[in-house]
């Protein structure tokens, strides 16, 4: 709230209760019967001051402004010696009733749900409602409603019996709400609602008991039980205060977080500290590490959850960057500041864990890539020995059969030579030319003849899709890396041909410095995915043996981008 609001505010209550004040000294009776009557409203709109300041964009602040202004001018309306300001001022007692009704069940993050808010308009309609059996009690000298029933017989009774049986169901639903909220609650979302739901259960249960005196049921108590429910309303807005101050001294744990998190700490110290400082058990760290994924401290993959559930997510960051995010209880949400303190003062500690965890996921990285590569490795190895049998192996057992009948017919001086010879000829060309295949395969010899952009671009001019290349200047590259690259194009385009049923392709290289960097992009039918024994898999692998990586985004209809970077220095 701005300091023109607050000034604004305070003459607008120094306004109502001076009107009051003054109108109690004309009628020659003394302001102090109005002093706790209005002290009540006070509290109610200094609390809502307070908490605005702390809490701007939550919907407490504005309710307990509402509740007070509303108490407030009630007191000062039913004073008045006029049957239509009694009569308005009758209303807004009950009025404030719903509104702070309204602020226990919305406390701390608003109505959550269709049945809440159901729920919370209920009081809102019985003050409508009940306008016309409202009354002064037994002030024989004040004004009368001007909507007034006789409460005693007639309609005017049953009307009455209808809206206090009304407002008994009501209060139930409220108080079984508010019952539940609190039986499934957390631990941390219990230390939230501390300050409001205990308090305003018991109310309602005062309330309650008052309700079924005032119905005629035997209870043993009578309905001047409903004082010391009325009495409790004084009480109301000193509790959120409290409870505001409770956040505020939860957050002086952080200075002991700080000097906990100082000196060496065990593994799985930094989450204990941080669940001890948030008051939050279930806790748990992830650890931003390259590619923007999220790992634990032993390096496993962690999928932060999504919005809207029983579990929140906040970012750490350092210098604009994340380095880590909290899982916590979604009720901590409802205290931002405090949240926020605790990861900024755990920012060092978990940049050091981080470091940690991200090595343990390369090495976790590492020990799979190397047992797929094995794995890949053997398969080609049998793949190598499959063709070298079925092909060159089977090709040159035929040139030698022909050979040897050439020579017998040759010793033996009759036959055809000549046709052995030559199937024998022909046997050979045919093991040679399977050779330099399986050779191809093995190393492609356009590299080292060529070079990098040249044997792009002849892969390119093979394409069945049109392809554009472009590419920085490249200077000399280790061999093992311009493999790795030539191998990422060919795969790339082999899967747009095979799949994309895209019309163009553009594949770009950079050099800057010590990374290279491709990218392969088309405008095909998207959803490529990085697939368990796929071929984006193996190269995957075989960039993360360089120290690189390779992404792959193919959203459905928006066309496949393949990138892979690797150092190159």
């Not at 509740?67 to 404030?96: E, H, Y």
Request: aromatic share 4%; hydrophobic share 50%; with cysteine.
């Amino acid at each position: 709230m701005s300091a023109r609001g607050r000034w604004m505010l305070a003459v607008l209550v120094a306004a109502i209760v001076t009107t009051g004040i003054v109108t109690v000294l004309l009628r020659d009776k003394s302001p102090l019967a109005l002093a706790p009557l209005f002290s009540a409203g006070v509290l109610f709109v200094v609390a809502g001051v307070f908490v605005a300041e702390h809490r701007p964009d939550s919907v407490t602040p504005r309710l307990l402004i509402a509740t007070g202004l509303a108490w407030l001018t009630a007191q000062a309306l039913v004073v008045i010696p006029n049957a239509v300001a009694a009569t308005i001022g009758l209303a807004l007692l009950p009025l404030s009733l719903a509104l702070l009704a309204h602020l226990a069940l919305a406390f701390p993050s608003g109505l959550t749900s269709r049945t809440e808010r159901i729920i919370a308009s209920l009081p809102y309609a019985l003050v409508v409602v009940g306008v016309p059996v409202m009354e002064m009690g037994d002030c024989a000298d004040c004004p009368r409603n001007v909507f007034g029933l006789d409460i005693d017989q007639g309609l005017g009774r049953a009307w009455y019996v209808g809206l206090l049986a009304a407002t008994l169901i009501t209060a139930a639903c409220f108080l079984a709400v508010l019952v539940r909220r609190w039986r499934l609650g957390s631990k941390a979302a219990r230390r939230v609602l501390l300050p409001v739901v205990p308090g305003a259960c018991l109310f309602i249960v005062i309330y309650m008991v008052a309700l079924v005196s005032e119905l005629g049921l035997p209870t043993g108590l009578g309905p001047r039980w409903a004082l010391v429910a009325l009495a409790l309303l004084a009480v109301a807005p000193l509790v959120f205060l409290a409870g505001l101050l409770r956040a505020r001294l939860a957050r002086g744990h952080v200075g002991r977080l700080v000097v906990e998190l100082g000196g060496a700490s065990p593994a799985g110290a930094l989450r204990e500290a941080l669940a001890r400082a948030l008051g939050d058990p279930t806790v748990e760290v992830a650890y931003s590490v390259a590619g923007g994924r999220y790992v634990d401290a032993n390096g496993q993959p962690v999928e932060l959850p999504g919005g809207g559930g029983d579990r929140a997510v906040t970012l750490i960051e350092r210098s604009g960057s994340p380095i880590g995010a909290l899982i916590h209880d979604a009720a901590l949400g409802d205290d931002p500041a405090h949240v926020d303190a605790v990861c900024a003062a755990a920012g060092l500690a978990l940049e050091n864990e981080r470091l940690h965890a991200e090595v343990l996921a390369r090495l976790e990285e590492v020990h799979t890539s190397r047992a797929r590569i094995v794995g890949a490795a053997d398969a080609e190895r049998r793949r190598v020995e499959r063709n070298l049998h079925d092909g060159a192996q089977q090709r040159l057992v035929s040139v030698s059969l022909a050979v040897g009948m050439a020579r017998s017919k040759l010793v033996s001086g009759n036959g055809d030579v000549d046709g052995w010879l030559t199937q024998a000829s022909t046997e050979a060309a045919a093991a040679i030319q399977e050779l330099r295949e399986l050779a191809r395969g093995l190393h492609p010899s356009i590299l080292s003849e060529v070079g990098l952009v040249a044997a792009v671009e002849s892969i390119a001019d093979r394409s069945p899709v049109p392809v554009i290349v472009s590419a920085t200047t490249i200077e000399a590259l280790p061999a093992p890396v311009e493999v790795a690259v030539y191998y990422v194009v060919a795969e790339a385009l082999t899967n747009v041909a095979k799949y994309s049923g895209a019309s163009s392709v553009d594949v770009r290289i950079e050099h800057d410095g010590d990374r290279l960097r491709v990218e392969v992009a088309d405008n095909g039918v998207g959803g490529a995915k990085v697939r368990p024994g796929s071929g984006l898999e193996g190269l995957a692998d075989r960039l993360a043996a360089l120290d690189g990586r390779l992404k792959v985004d193919s959203s459905p209809g928006a066309g496949t981008r393949v990138r892979a970077e690797l150092p190159c220095g």
